[in-house]
């Protein structure tokens, strides 16, 4: 199949026709098109692929940056910070699970847009969402939702974004991208602590705090804080990047709030032949967090923490931290606000991360971004409506066309059962490390995820060289914290792509 | 022109055709089909419209919200807070300068999204872009273009966004919406602020930087700030929110930096009649500028300032004083960052507002959003890159699809050579203004904006019954600090437009 796209070459784009999936006619051509090339996957891991126009196997024609991306990059330079860049893409031939640049590489990917990418690149059924009328107007009719919402607002709320609400969650505040979401409900969380302590949403500001406010002092524009965790990720705006402990390179220079951090469990893995050693550590940081909570200067409003912290290095708690969390937040009445961001839509093999927690009662808040494509904070108690309007807005107050979209991931997602897929592919996924790391003990530590779909990661010594060789070897993965690779591939990763991902790093590590 | 529209009422989609706007068979057959309305239109104002198919007149047939509203709001408001609502808005009727209801209500629109649409509801050009397949793959493919840019990424800059870059500014760091885009820029200033106290970009932190970074402590979370201006406005995230100065209910009870703020110019209106006055007020608050940059105990990095106060009420300054304050900046080195989020693209009657001051050298960023529909900060100067990747970074920085749209809106502004027609009718409009000034000397006073195209103002004692009356009037209009009347109609407004307005404003002002 490498062969067959490589004669083909550059002069193929990977764009899809645009038909419906459920069309029959399309689906009987696309079948007979690629009878072979299916029968092929499924006789390799008895498995269905889900979109049989997909590459069958990386191509790696030049080394990367080729020639022709050189250029585009040195273009680019010109007018735009390219010192981050790790690849210029070419969408147009990109498809399914597999990136393509401009010198006619085909890469499988397990990045993902920083895992932001939730069914594949041109994704058929999100092309028919994105060429509809519907999406048209949403593009050019831009309303500031808090004023002018459309008329079938609600009904694309609750059709999409509010049909995925986290348990006991029913309400939402939409937002840009993941950085304003998290801040977005910093704010609501400071909103509703100060309201509770004037006497609930009937007492007034006194004329003290209005005036204090404008001048940027307390009691207006209180000494209040939220509290985050060492190597934790939310963000890098002025009040997202204050809770945000996960690098140097990200924080510096930056004025940042005096707010505090409490520590993240440092575990052992595998977590299952630590569980004592672990459980103390656990409850360390709990105790610790409660003490931070009940002692520090500026009293933290809410707490706010990553169901796997994703950015900081993958790290990972059990479900009695988290549910240990909810009930020392609720005793010391503080908010906890679960950042999933990274870790929602599927990816850890639930819808939410927080779903494997059994918490005795929901998040206060829960945040999201990336893989939905459009972001916000799910909430469920009414008394987190501040009580006045306006103290919540902005002009566009999230984005309709990104709601849209998210709708149709959503039914993607649920058409094709990607979240059990997930968690399928994942534990197969994980397996296949386990043997792997069994073999390359060196080069595969501390490997972690298990149960938790494909949302896997572990630590390399030599991480960067291993990201370098696999890019050369026809796989996209990203690294996070100090050495760990993390693979976030996209819902649609399936277990053929599973083997191929393991079959490159093998050849990677025996180099 | 009125009874027309009323007989088909909500029968009737405002949906434009999808032709291109020169096809000549289109336009002969708009021209045909409206030929008595143009005429009618050409005739009482002496020029031709835009749009033939825009509505001629308002139309109220109910109370708003009215019946169908109503329903709409209250299902609504079970899942998204509706207190701010102004309107329920049916996009698909709405067209033009025209924004229509459920109820069969279609209003002109002079408010126009909190001044963020450009070129028209439904206009038929953003139309053709919205459904191209370049939009499309922008939808579904949406990269992280820091990491995997998409490889026409320098054209779509290039074509678009950077080629109404302002004058000295060549490069742009694309972002989501204002508050970020403005965030962004302060983070920029920072880094370069502390950069050069370092010695420069080869400097390297110091491990007291790198270590107290990461515990939000100086030096590494320098306490430094930016300054700002009394009853200005710069979003409403913790950092801009620092900054923003407009209104109490916009800030209470979130913590804020100890950035300092300057008093902005209390001017006199009209400004020709007040010269020396108005003068000597704006040296004393350049003075008090120098002061606090000189003296301020958190050292302020950078200076943001509107080019004219928009949400804190329509606060004009002279070329004077944006002058003084270039200077100044540069004398003490701090940069300045010019807010034209709301100024921006064309309303002022020039590209930005800020071509209308005859700076010596050109603001160091400048930030936009709203109109462009789209947003980030331009720069120049190169220092302003940090020195090192990943120090501006996030995972979307931006949005292709919506620099697809802005290039569109800028191809459509020179189609139309909108700025000019914009300073053309915004003068028409402001004579129109100052003679009904003379008749309701109560209802309009301190009228301003004038040679500063359609963004105009005026005080009102009545300010919020002025409002709601004009609505019943049909006409949406909004307002801004206490008690002003905030005109902030499209780029696309005509003086028929402005005659409808006058007239309307008129019949208020005579209840």
Redesign the interface.
């Known amino acids: 199949m490498a062969s067959l796209l490589r004669t083909t070459g550059r002069s193929r784009a990977f764009?899809p026709r645009v038909n419906a999936p459920t069309s029959p006619r399309a689906s009987i051509a696309l079948q007979r098109r690629h009878a072979s090339a299916a029968a092929a996957a499924v006789a390799d891991s008895g498995e269905q692929p889900f979109f049989p126009d997909e590459p069958k196997l990386p191509i790696v024609q030049t080394q990367i940056p080729g020639p022709q991306?050189k250029k585009?990059i040195e273009?680019?330079s010109?007018?735009?910070?390219?010192?981050?860049?790790?690849?210029?893409?070419?969408?147009?031939r990109?498809y399914g699970n597999y990136?393509a640049?401009?010198d006619g590489n085909v890469l499988l990917d397990v990045y993902a847009?920083?895992a932001?990418?939730p069914v594949g690149?041109?994704?058929p059924s999100?092309?028919l969402?994105?060429?509809s009328?519907e999406?048209?107007?949403a593009?050019?009719?831009?309303?500031?939702?808090?004023?002018?919402?459309?008329?079938d607002?609600?009904d694309i709320?609750?059709s999409g974004i509010?049909s995925v609400a986290p348990k006991g969650l029913?309400?939402?505040?939409t937002a840009?991208?993941?950085?304003?979401a998290n801040?977005l409900a910093?704010?609501a969380a400071?909103?509703w602590?100060?309201?509770q302590q004037r006497g609930g949403a009937n007492a007034d500001?006194s004329p003290e705090?209005?005036s204090s406010?404008?001048?940027?002092?307390a009691p207006?524009?209180?000494?209040?804080?939220i509290l985050s965790f060492k190597t934790g990720f939310h963000?890098?705006?002025?009040?997202?990047l204050?809770t945000t402990?996960s690098k140097?390179?990200?924080?510096?220079?930056?004025?940042?709030?005096?707010?505090p951090?409490a520590p993240f469990p440092a575990l052992k893995y595998p977590l299952s032949e630590h569980e004592a050693e672990n459980r103390a550590e656990e409850q360390r940081c709990l105790d610790e967090t409660e003490r931070i909570i009940a002692e520090y200067h500026?009293p933290p409003a809410a707490v706010v923490i990553e169901p796997i912290q994703s950015e900081g290095g993958d790290n990972h708690a059990t479900p009695f931290f988290f549910r240990g969390l909810r009930e020392l937040t609720k005793k010391h009445n503080v908010l906890l606000i679960v950042d999933e961001v990274q870790t929602g839509v599927g990816a850890t093999g639930k819808f939410w991360a927080h779903d494997h927690w059994g918490l005795s009662s929901p998040p206060d808040m829960v945040t999201f971004?990336?893989k939905a494509?459009t972001a916000g904070y799910y909430f469920g108690n009414d008394a987190l409506?501040p009580n006045?309007?306006?103290?919540?807005?902005?002009?566009?107050m999230g984005d309709p066309?990104r709601a849209l979209?998210f709708r149709s991931i959503i039914q993607e997602i649920e058409r094709l059962d990607l979240v059990k897929s997930t968690a399928a592919t994942g534990d197969y996924l994980f397996a296949g490390l386990t043997a792997l790391s069994q073999r390359f003990p060196a080069e595969i530590q501390n490997l972690r995820g298990h149960g938790q779909g494909t949302f896997i990661a572990f630590d390399s010594a030599r991480r960067d060289q291993v990201l370098a060789k696999a890019k050369a070897h026809g796989v996209n993965i990203g690294g996070s914290g100090e050495r760990a690779v993390r693979l976030r591939p996209m819902l649609i990763f399936q277990k053929h792509h599973a083997d191929l991902l393991l079959e490159r790093l093998e050849k990677v590590f025996l180099e």
């Open positions: 764009l991306s585009a273009r680019l010109k007018v735009f910070d390219t010192r981050s860049l790790n690849m210029m893409a070419d969408y147009s990109s990136i640049d401009l847009q920083i932001s990418i690149y041109n994704n999100l092309l969402a994105a060429t009328p999406m048209a107007s593009i050019i009719n831009r309303p500031a939702l808090g004023n002018f919402p459309q008329h607002w609600a709320l609750e509010l029913n309400q939402v505040f840009q991208a993941g950085s304003d801040e910093y704010k400071f909103m602590k100060r309201q500001f705090d209005i406010s404008m001048n940027n002092k207006g524009a209180p000494d209040m804080s963000g890098r705006l002025f009040g997202s204050s402990r140097p390179i990200h924080k510096l220079d930056i004025p940042a709030f005096d707010w951090q500026n971004s990336k494509q409506r006045k309007p306006y103290r919540q807005f902005n002009t566009w066309a979209l």
